[in-house]
Protein backbone atom coordinates (compact mmCIF):
# COMPACT_ATOMS: atom_id res chain seq x y z
CA UNK A 1 0.00 0.00 0.00
CA UNK A 2 1.63 2.94 -0.97
CA UNK A 3 1.32 6.03 1.90
CA UNK A 4 0.55 9.47 1.11
CA UNK A 5 1.53 12.79 2.13
CA UNK A 6 0.14 14.33 4.83
CA UNK A 7 -1.15 16.93 2.82
CA UNK A 8 -2.83 14.64 0.99
CA UNK A 9 -4.19 11.62 4.16
CA UNK A 10 -5.47 14.82 5.96
CA UNK A 11 -7.57 16.22 2.80
CA UNK A 12 -8.77 12.86 2.25
CA UNK A 13 -9.76 12.81 5.69
CA UNK A 14 -12.27 16.18 5.72
CA UNK A 15 -13.45 14.85 2.99
CA UNK A 16 -14.98 12.18 4.18
CA UNK A 17 -16.07 14.54 7.55
CA UNK A 18 -17.30 17.21 5.22
CA UNK A 19 -19.79 14.55 3.55
CA UNK A 20 -21.30 13.72 7.18
CA UNK A 21 -21.70 16.92 8.55
CA UNK A 22 -22.88 18.35 4.80
CA UNK A 23 -25.73 16.01 5.08
CA UNK A 24 -27.12 17.51 8.58
CA UNK A 25 -27.86 20.59 6.49
CA UNK A 26 -28.13 19.68 2.93
CA UNK A 27 -31.92 18.72 2.99
CA UNK A 28 -33.27 21.53 5.41
CA UNK A 29 -33.85 23.88 2.37
CA UNK A 30 -35.03 20.83 0.19
CA UNK A 31 -37.52 20.18 2.72
CA UNK A 32 -40.81 21.57 0.97
CA UNK A 33 -39.95 19.58 -2.11
CA UNK A 34 -39.45 16.24 -0.22
CA UNK A 35 -42.65 16.97 1.18
CA UNK A 36 -44.91 17.78 -1.82
CA UNK A 37 -42.97 14.95 -3.43
CA UNK A 38 -43.62 11.68 -1.23
CA UNK A 39 -46.56 12.93 0.72
CA UNK A 40 -45.02 14.12 4.38
CA UNK A 41 -47.37 15.97 6.52
CA UNK A 42 -46.07 18.61 8.55
CA UNK A 43 -45.77 16.60 11.68
CA UNK A 44 -43.31 13.77 10.20
CA UNK A 45 -41.42 15.88 7.92
CA UNK A 46 -38.89 16.96 10.73
CA UNK A 47 -38.01 13.24 10.91
CA UNK A 48 -35.98 13.80 7.51
CA UNK A 49 -33.22 15.39 9.42
CA UNK A 50 -34.23 14.30 13.14
CA UNK A 51 -33.64 10.35 11.63
CA UNK A 52 -30.75 10.90 10.40
CA UNK A 53 -29.49 13.43 13.71
CA UNK A 54 -30.26 11.10 16.56
CA UNK A 55 -28.64 7.66 14.37
CA UNK A 56 -25.45 9.94 13.90
CA UNK A 57 -25.19 11.38 17.50
CA UNK A 58 -26.58 7.61 19.28
CA UNK A 59 -23.84 5.39 17.55
CA UNK A 60 -21.03 7.65 17.28
CA UNK A 61 -19.10 6.37 20.86
CA UNK A 62 -19.88 2.68 19.17
CA UNK A 63 -18.27 3.84 16.02
CA UNK A 64 -15.44 5.36 18.19
CA UNK A 65 -15.02 2.48 20.29
CA UNK A 66 -14.97 -0.03 16.77
CA UNK A 67 -12.15 2.19 15.04
CA UNK A 68 -10.01 2.16 17.82
CA UNK A 69 -10.75 -1.94 18.29
CA UNK A 70 -11.02 -3.31 14.92
CA UNK A 71 -9.01 -0.55 12.84
CA UNK A 72 -9.65 2.95 11.80
CA UNK A 73 -8.65 2.92 8.48
CA UNK A 74 -11.32 -0.39 7.76
CA UNK A 75 -13.95 1.63 10.31
CA UNK A 76 -14.07 4.14 8.02
CA UNK A 77 -13.92 2.50 4.54
CA UNK A 78 -16.96 0.52 6.24
CA UNK A 79 -18.55 3.54 6.75
CA UNK A 80 -18.00 5.25 3.98
CA UNK A 81 -19.04 2.11 1.97
CA UNK A 82 -22.50 1.97 3.80
CA UNK A 83 -22.72 6.03 3.29
CA UNK A 84 -23.06 5.65 -0.33
CA UNK A 85 -24.89 2.84 -1.12
CA UNK A 86 -27.80 4.33 1.47
CA UNK A 87 -27.53 7.58 -0.55
CA UNK A 88 -28.20 6.11 -4.03
CA UNK A 89 -31.69 4.20 -2.34
CA UNK A 90 -32.09 7.57 -0.65
CA UNK A 91 -32.16 9.11 -3.87
CA UNK A 92 -34.32 6.18 -5.35
CA UNK A 93 -36.79 6.86 -2.22
CA UNK A 94 -40.65 5.87 -3.03
CA UNK A 95 -42.12 6.46 0.21
CA UNK A 96 -42.33 8.74 3.22
CA UNK A 97 -41.34 5.69 5.82
CA UNK A 98 -38.78 4.02 3.38
CA UNK A 99 -37.07 7.77 3.16
CA UNK A 100 -37.10 8.30 7.34
CA UNK A 101 -35.36 4.55 7.49
CA UNK A 102 -32.55 5.22 4.80
CA UNK A 103 -31.82 8.45 6.75
CA UNK A 104 -31.58 6.33 9.57
CA UNK A 105 -29.13 3.94 8.32
CA UNK A 106 -27.40 6.71 6.40
CA UNK A 107 -26.80 8.36 10.06
CA UNK A 108 -25.46 4.87 11.38
CA UNK A 109 -22.84 4.27 8.88
CA UNK A 110 -21.86 8.45 9.35
CA UNK A 111 -20.98 7.21 13.15
CA UNK A 112 -18.48 4.82 11.66
CA UNK A 113 -17.06 7.53 9.58
CA UNK A 114 -16.62 10.56 11.75
CA UNK A 115 -14.94 9.28 14.44
CA UNK A 116 -12.47 7.26 12.72
CA UNK A 117 -11.72 9.94 10.61
CA UNK A 118 -10.67 12.61 13.27
CA UNK A 119 -8.74 9.47 14.98
CA UNK A 120 -6.80 8.94 11.96
CA UNK A 121 -5.87 12.65 12.01
CA UNK A 122 -4.83 12.35 15.69
CA UNK A 123 -2.40 9.48 15.08
CA UNK A 124 -1.04 11.11 11.96
CA UNK A 125 -0.31 14.28 13.34
CA UNK A 126 2.03 15.06 16.17
CA UNK A 127 0.59 16.97 19.01
CA UNK A 128 1.35 20.46 19.45
CA UNK A 129 2.02 22.66 16.27
CA UNK A 130 1.31 20.12 13.65
CA UNK A 131 -1.74 18.62 15.42
CA UNK A 132 -2.73 22.20 16.27
CA UNK A 133 -3.22 23.42 12.27
CA UNK A 134 -4.83 20.06 11.19
CA UNK A 135 -7.45 20.78 13.80
CA UNK A 136 -7.86 24.07 12.65
CA UNK A 137 -8.58 22.74 9.12
CA UNK A 138 -10.90 20.08 10.28
CA UNK A 139 -12.69 22.74 12.02
CA UNK A 140 -13.59 24.71 9.49
CA UNK A 141 -14.19 21.61 7.39
CA UNK A 142 -17.07 20.46 9.51
CA UNK A 143 -18.45 23.89 9.81
CA UNK A 144 -17.96 24.81 6.04
CA UNK A 145 -19.98 21.29 5.77
CA UNK A 146 -23.02 22.56 7.72
CA UNK A 147 -23.09 25.89 6.52
CA UNK A 148 -22.24 24.79 2.60
CA UNK A 149 -25.03 22.27 2.83
CA UNK A 150 -27.35 25.10 2.80
CA UNK A 151 -26.21 26.58 -0.03
CA UNK A 152 -25.82 23.43 -1.73
CA UNK A 153 -29.01 21.61 -1.15
CA UNK A 154 -30.77 25.34 -3.33
CA UNK A 155 -29.17 24.82 -6.15
CA UNK A 156 -29.72 21.29 -6.12
CA UNK A 157 -33.33 21.70 -5.31
CA UNK A 158 -33.92 24.87 -6.81
CA UNK A 159 -32.33 23.09 -10.34
CA UNK A 160 -32.38 19.70 -10.69
CA UNK A 161 -34.10 17.64 -8.28
CA UNK A 162 -34.74 17.01 -4.66
CA UNK A 163 -32.96 13.65 -4.84
CA UNK A 164 -29.75 14.58 -6.05
CA UNK A 165 -29.27 15.88 -2.40
CA UNK A 166 -28.80 12.41 -1.85
CA UNK A 167 -27.22 10.97 -5.08
CA UNK A 168 -24.06 13.49 -5.15
CA UNK A 169 -22.69 11.91 -2.50
CA UNK A 170 -22.41 8.48 -4.02
CA UNK A 171 -19.21 9.64 -6.78
CA UNK A 172 -17.93 11.31 -4.00
CA UNK A 173 -18.25 8.61 -1.07
CA UNK A 174 -16.82 5.77 -3.65
CA UNK A 175 -13.88 7.90 -5.09
CA UNK A 176 -13.10 8.87 -1.50
CA UNK A 177 -12.79 5.60 -0.28
CA UNK A 178 -10.97 4.18 -2.93
CA UNK A 179 -8.05 6.70 -2.57
CA UNK A 180 -8.26 6.51 1.42
CA UNK A 181 -7.83 2.64 0.72
CA UNK A 182 -4.78 3.31 -1.37
CA UNK A 183 -3.02 6.41 0.14
CA UNK A 184 -4.44 6.47 3.92
CA UNK A 185 -1.93 3.92 5.85
CA UNK A 186 -3.81 1.55 8.73
CA UNK A 187 -1.95 2.58 12.19
CA UNK A 188 0.01 -0.64 13.55
CA UNK A 189 -0.90 0.05 16.94
CA UNK A 190 -3.08 -2.21 17.62
CA UNK A 191 -5.78 -2.42 20.74
CA UNK A 192 -4.92 -5.34 22.89
CA UNK A 193 -7.90 -7.10 23.00
CA UNK A 194 -11.08 -7.10 20.53
CA UNK A 195 -14.22 -7.06 23.09
CA UNK A 196 -16.51 -4.68 22.21
CA UNK A 197 -18.79 -3.70 24.99
CA UNK A 198 -22.04 -4.54 23.13
CA UNK A 199 -24.61 -4.21 26.68
CA UNK A 200 -22.92 -0.60 27.26
CA UNK A 201 -23.52 0.30 23.48
CA UNK A 202 -26.80 -0.52 23.24
CA UNK A 203 -27.54 0.96 26.49
CA UNK A 204 -25.62 4.41 25.82
CA UNK A 205 -27.33 4.51 22.54
CA UNK A 206 -30.77 3.82 23.08
CA UNK A 207 -30.68 6.19 26.08
CA UNK A 208 -29.52 8.99 24.04
CA UNK A 209 -31.81 8.10 21.03
CA UNK A 210 -34.57 7.87 23.61
CA UNK A 211 -34.26 10.89 25.34
CA UNK A 212 -33.50 13.36 21.96
CA UNK A 213 -36.83 11.17 20.47
CA UNK A 214 -38.53 12.84 23.92
CA UNK A 215 -37.26 16.13 23.15
CA UNK A 216 -37.87 16.03 19.62
CA UNK A 217 -41.80 14.94 20.23
CA UNK A 218 -42.49 16.81 23.54
CA UNK A 219 -43.61 20.01 21.29
CA UNK A 220 -45.76 18.26 19.37
CA UNK A 221 -47.10 15.60 22.00
CA UNK A 222 -46.51 18.10 24.92
CA UNK A 223 -44.30 18.18 27.84
CA UNK A 224 -46.87 16.64 30.05
CA UNK A 225 -47.76 13.90 28.26
CA UNK A 226 -47.30 10.38 29.25
CA UNK A 227 -45.38 9.56 26.46
CA UNK A 228 -43.01 11.97 26.84
CA UNK A 229 -42.47 11.81 30.11
CA UNK A 230 -42.12 8.24 30.01
CA UNK A 231 -39.51 8.48 27.16
CA UNK A 232 -37.36 10.96 29.96
CA UNK A 233 -37.58 8.92 32.39
CA UNK A 234 -36.79 5.84 30.14
CA UNK A 235 -33.79 7.24 28.93
CA UNK A 236 -32.26 8.77 32.07
CA UNK A 237 -32.87 4.70 33.21
CA UNK A 238 -30.71 3.69 30.24
CA UNK A 239 -28.32 6.01 30.60
CA UNK A 240 -27.72 5.70 34.75
CA UNK A 241 -27.70 1.65 33.80
CA UNK A 242 -25.12 2.43 30.98
CA UNK A 243 -22.71 4.11 33.92
CA UNK A 244 -23.40 1.67 36.35
CA UNK A 245 -22.41 -1.32 33.44
CA UNK A 246 -19.32 0.74 32.69
CA UNK A 247 -18.61 0.40 36.46
CA UNK A 248 -18.14 -2.93 36.99
CA UNK A 249 -17.11 -4.40 33.11
CA UNK A 250 -13.71 -5.56 32.10
CA UNK A 251 -13.54 -4.03 28.72
CA UNK A 252 -16.05 -1.11 28.67
CA UNK A 253 -17.58 1.53 26.21
CA UNK A 254 -15.72 4.16 27.80
CA UNK A 255 -13.48 4.10 31.03
CA UNK A 256 -14.75 6.35 33.21
CA UNK A 257 -11.65 7.22 34.19
CA UNK A 258 -11.15 9.32 30.86
CA UNK A 259 -13.28 11.56 32.67
CA UNK A 260 -10.27 13.05 34.85
CA UNK A 261 -8.89 14.61 32.78
CA UNK A 262 -11.03 17.80 33.22
CA UNK A 263 -9.79 19.58 29.64
CA UNK A 264 -11.63 16.46 27.99
CA UNK A 265 -15.16 16.40 30.20
CA UNK A 266 -15.05 20.72 30.33
CA UNK A 267 -14.46 20.89 26.45
CA UNK A 268 -17.42 18.04 26.06
CA UNK A 269 -19.73 19.95 27.97
CA UNK A 270 -19.10 22.79 26.26
CA UNK A 271 -19.69 21.68 23.06
CA UNK A 272 -22.89 20.25 23.28
CA UNK A 273 -24.93 23.75 24.20
CA UNK A 274 -22.46 25.60 21.81
CA UNK A 275 -23.17 23.24 18.70
CA UNK A 276 -26.98 23.36 19.63
CA UNK A 277 -26.91 27.15 19.48
CA UNK A 278 -25.18 27.15 16.14
CA UNK A 279 -27.45 24.31 14.50
CA UNK A 280 -30.61 25.80 16.15
CA UNK A 281 -29.41 29.19 14.73
CA UNK A 282 -28.88 28.00 10.64
CA UNK A 283 -32.52 26.26 11.07
CA UNK A 284 -34.15 29.31 12.58
CA UNK A 285 -32.14 31.75 10.66
CA UNK A 286 -33.06 30.04 6.85
CA UNK A 287 -36.45 29.92 7.65
CA UNK A 288 -36.70 33.46 8.83
CA UNK A 289 -34.87 34.53 5.74
CA UNK A 290 -37.13 32.36 3.22
CA UNK A 291 -40.38 33.43 5.22
CA UNK A 292 -39.97 37.10 6.44
CA UNK A 293 -37.64 38.15 3.96
CA UNK A 294 -38.86 36.09 1.00
CA UNK A 295 -35.56 34.77 -0.37
CA UNK A 296 -35.49 31.74 -2.99
CA UNK A 297 -33.46 28.60 -2.09
CA UNK A 298 -30.27 29.64 -3.49
CA UNK A 299 -30.33 33.05 -2.51
CA UNK A 300 -30.93 31.70 1.34
CA UNK A 301 -27.27 29.92 1.11
CA UNK A 302 -25.81 32.70 -0.78
CA UNK A 303 -26.98 34.54 2.32
CA UNK A 304 -24.97 31.94 4.60
CA UNK A 305 -21.78 32.18 2.42
CA UNK A 306 -19.94 34.63 4.30
CA UNK A 307 -19.99 32.06 7.40
CA UNK A 308 -17.59 29.29 6.35
CA UNK A 309 -15.38 31.56 4.29
CA UNK A 310 -14.80 33.54 7.97
CA UNK A 311 -14.78 30.18 9.82
CA UNK A 312 -11.95 28.93 7.61
CA UNK A 313 -9.89 31.66 8.15
CA UNK A 314 -10.41 32.44 11.66
CA UNK A 315 -9.86 28.81 12.63
CA UNK A 316 -6.28 28.61 10.44
CA UNK A 317 -5.00 31.74 12.48
CA UNK A 318 -6.28 30.74 15.63
CA UNK A 319 -4.31 27.32 15.68
CA UNK A 320 -1.23 29.65 15.55
CA UNK A 321 -1.78 30.92 18.38
CA UNK A 322 -3.42 28.17 20.43
CA UNK A 323 0.21 26.16 19.58
CA UNK A 324 1.91 29.67 21.35
CA UNK A 325 -1.09 30.33 24.02
CA UNK A 326 -3.10 27.52 24.98
CA UNK A 327 -6.22 27.11 24.35
CA UNK A 328 -8.34 28.48 27.53
CA UNK A 329 -7.90 32.23 26.32
CA UNK A 330 -9.52 31.06 23.15
CA UNK A 331 -12.28 29.40 24.80
CA UNK A 332 -13.41 32.09 27.33
CA UNK A 333 -12.92 34.80 24.16
CA UNK A 334 -15.03 33.21 21.14
CA UNK A 335 -18.41 32.31 23.09
CA UNK A 336 -18.81 35.74 23.81
CA UNK A 337 -18.68 36.97 20.46
CA UNK A 338 -20.97 34.03 19.70
CA UNK A 339 -23.34 35.87 22.23
CA UNK A 340 -22.95 38.64 20.80
CA UNK A 341 -24.46 37.44 17.32
CA UNK A 342 -27.56 35.43 18.84
CA UNK A 343 -27.92 38.40 20.58
CA UNK A 344 -28.29 40.59 17.34
CA UNK A 345 -30.78 38.21 16.40
CA UNK A 346 -33.02 37.93 18.56
CA UNK A 347 -33.78 41.78 17.80
CA UNK A 348 -34.70 40.86 13.90
CA UNK A 349 -37.84 42.52 13.08
CA UNK A 350 -41.04 41.63 10.56
CA UNK A 351 -39.87 44.10 8.18
CA UNK A 352 -36.09 43.47 8.26
CA UNK A 353 -33.20 43.64 6.03
CA UNK A 354 -30.36 41.16 5.44
CA UNK A 355 -27.51 43.67 5.50
CA UNK A 356 -28.83 45.17 9.18
CA UNK A 357 -30.55 42.55 10.81
CA UNK A 358 -28.75 39.15 9.38
CA UNK A 359 -25.07 40.26 8.03
CA UNK A 360 -23.55 41.17 11.27
CA UNK A 361 -24.61 37.91 12.70
CA UNK A 362 -23.69 35.94 10.07
CA UNK A 363 -20.33 38.28 10.25
CA UNK A 364 -19.60 37.73 14.13
CA UNK A 365 -20.91 34.26 14.48
CA UNK A 366 -18.23 32.40 12.59
CA UNK A 367 -15.64 34.89 13.82
CA UNK A 368 -16.35 33.80 17.64
CA UNK A 369 -17.15 29.90 16.27
CA UNK A 370 -13.54 30.05 14.32
CA UNK A 371 -11.87 30.98 18.01
CA UNK A 372 -14.19 28.31 19.85
CA UNK A 373 -14.37 24.90 17.87
CA UNK A 374 -10.57 24.38 17.22
CA UNK A 375 -9.60 24.81 20.79
CA UNK A 376 -12.43 22.49 22.04
CA UNK A 377 -11.39 19.92 20.04
CA UNK A 378 -7.58 19.91 20.85
CA UNK A 379 -8.77 20.45 24.63
CA UNK A 380 -10.58 17.24 24.68
CA UNK A 381 -7.93 15.38 22.59
CA UNK A 382 -4.37 16.54 23.59
CA UNK A 383 -2.89 13.99 26.20
CA UNK A 384 -4.74 10.97 25.38
CA UNK A 385 -2.97 7.76 24.02
CA UNK A 386 -3.07 6.87 20.72
CA UNK A 387 -4.80 3.73 21.09
CA UNK A 388 -7.92 5.79 22.98
CA UNK A 389 -8.06 8.32 20.19
CA UNK A 390 -11.03 6.63 18.45
CA UNK A 391 -12.90 6.90 21.86
CA UNK A 392 -11.84 10.74 22.35
CA UNK A 393 -13.01 11.55 19.16
CA UNK A 394 -16.27 9.62 19.44
CA UNK A 395 -17.02 11.70 22.74
CA UNK A 396 -16.18 14.57 20.99
CA UNK A 397 -18.31 13.95 17.99
CA UNK A 398 -21.45 12.75 20.22
CA UNK A 399 -21.23 15.71 22.30
CA UNK A 400 -21.31 18.14 19.24
CA UNK A 401 -24.21 16.07 17.68
CA UNK A 402 -26.24 14.93 20.19
CA UNK A 403 -25.96 18.80 21.59
CA UNK A 404 -27.07 19.89 18.02
CA UNK A 405 -29.83 17.62 17.68
CA UNK A 406 -31.01 18.00 21.37
CA UNK A 407 -31.12 21.68 20.91
CA UNK A 408 -32.58 22.13 17.51
CA UNK A 409 -35.43 20.11 18.88
CA UNK A 410 -35.15 22.22 22.35
CA UNK A 411 -34.99 25.60 19.98
CA UNK A 412 -37.59 24.94 17.82
CA UNK A 413 -39.87 23.83 20.12
CA UNK A 414 -39.51 26.96 21.79
CA UNK A 415 -39.66 28.78 18.88
CA UNK A 416 -43.49 27.08 18.16
CA UNK A 417 -44.12 27.70 21.69
CA UNK A 418 -43.22 31.61 21.61
CA UNK A 419 -44.68 32.10 18.50
CA UNK A 420 -48.28 30.99 19.20
CA UNK A 421 -51.09 33.84 20.14
CA UNK A 422 -53.87 36.12 18.64
CA UNK A 423 -51.28 38.64 16.54
CA UNK A 424 -50.88 38.39 13.07
CA UNK A 425 -49.00 35.32 12.02
CA UNK A 426 -45.95 36.99 10.33
CA UNK A 427 -45.57 38.86 13.81
CA UNK A 428 -45.85 35.77 15.75
CA UNK A 429 -43.36 33.85 13.49
CA UNK A 430 -40.81 36.29 14.25
CA UNK A 431 -41.56 36.33 17.89
CA UNK A 432 -40.47 32.83 18.17
CA UNK A 433 -37.73 33.35 16.36
CA UNK A 434 -36.33 36.12 18.30
CA UNK A 435 -37.22 34.18 21.44
CA UNK A 436 -35.22 31.11 20.30
CA UNK A 437 -32.18 32.94 19.41
CA UNK A 438 -32.50 34.97 22.81
CA UNK A 439 -32.34 31.46 24.16
CA UNK A 440 -29.14 30.17 22.54
CA UNK A 441 -27.51 33.13 24.31
CA UNK A 442 -28.23 31.15 27.43
CA UNK A 443 -26.90 28.40 26.23
CA UNK A 444 -23.32 29.77 24.86
CA UNK A 445 -23.28 32.07 28.66
CA UNK A 446 -23.63 28.47 30.60
CA UNK A 447 -20.40 27.12 27.75
CA UNK A 448 -18.71 30.22 28.87
CA UNK A 449 -19.24 29.53 32.37
CA UNK A 450 -17.73 26.14 32.01
CA UNK A 451 -15.11 27.52 30.13
CA UNK A 452 -13.81 29.72 33.41
CA UNK A 453 -14.51 27.06 35.73
CA UNK A 454 -13.24 23.29 34.03
CA UNK A 455 -11.02 24.40 31.43
CA UNK A 456 -6.90 24.75 32.05
CA UNK A 457 -4.69 26.60 30.25
CA UNK A 458 -1.29 24.04 30.32
CA UNK A 459 -2.28 21.83 27.44
CA UNK A 460 -2.11 22.85 23.84
CA UNK A 461 0.76 24.03 23.51
CA UNK A 462 4.17 23.13 21.10
CA UNK A 463 6.92 22.82 23.50
CA UNK A 464 9.41 22.41 21.17
CA UNK A 465 11.34 19.89 18.84
CA UNK A 466 11.87 17.55 21.88
CA UNK A 467 8.63 17.29 22.86
CA UNK A 468 7.43 13.82 23.41
CA UNK A 469 3.55 12.52 23.76
CA UNK A 470 3.25 10.81 27.53
CA UNK A 471 1.11 7.82 26.37
CA UNK A 472 -0.88 7.66 30.04
CA UNK A 473 -5.10 7.04 28.94
CA UNK A 474 -6.47 10.04 31.00
CA UNK A 475 -4.07 11.49 33.17
CA UNK A 476 -5.40 14.79 34.94
Not at 66 to 72: E, K
Not at 208 to 213: S, Y
Request: zero cysteines; charged letters at 10%; aromatic letters at 10%.
Amino acid sequence: MAKGSKGLIFTLLAVAQFMVVLDVSIVNVALPAIKQSLGFDTSTLPWVVTAYALAFGGFLLLGGRASDLFGRRRTLLVGMTGFSAFSLLLGLAPTAESLIVLRALQGLSAALMSPAALSLVIVNFSEGAERNRAFGLWTTVATAGAASGLLLGGLLSQYLSWRWNFFVNVPAGLVDAWLILRFVPEPAKKADTKHLDLSGALLVTTGLVTLDFAITQGPVWGWLSPAILGSILLAVGLLLAFVWNERRSLHPLIPLSIFRNRNLTGANLMMAPIYAAMMGMFFLLSLYIQAVLHYSPVMTGLAFLPFPIIMGLTSSQVSKFVTKYGFRKFLLAGPVLVALALAWLARVPVAGSYWIDVFPSVVLMPLGMGMTFMPLVAAATTGIATGNAGLASGLINTSQMMGGALGLALLTGISASAGRGDLDPLVNLVKGYSTAFLTGVGFILFALVLAVVVIRSRDGRDNGPGRTEVEIPFSE
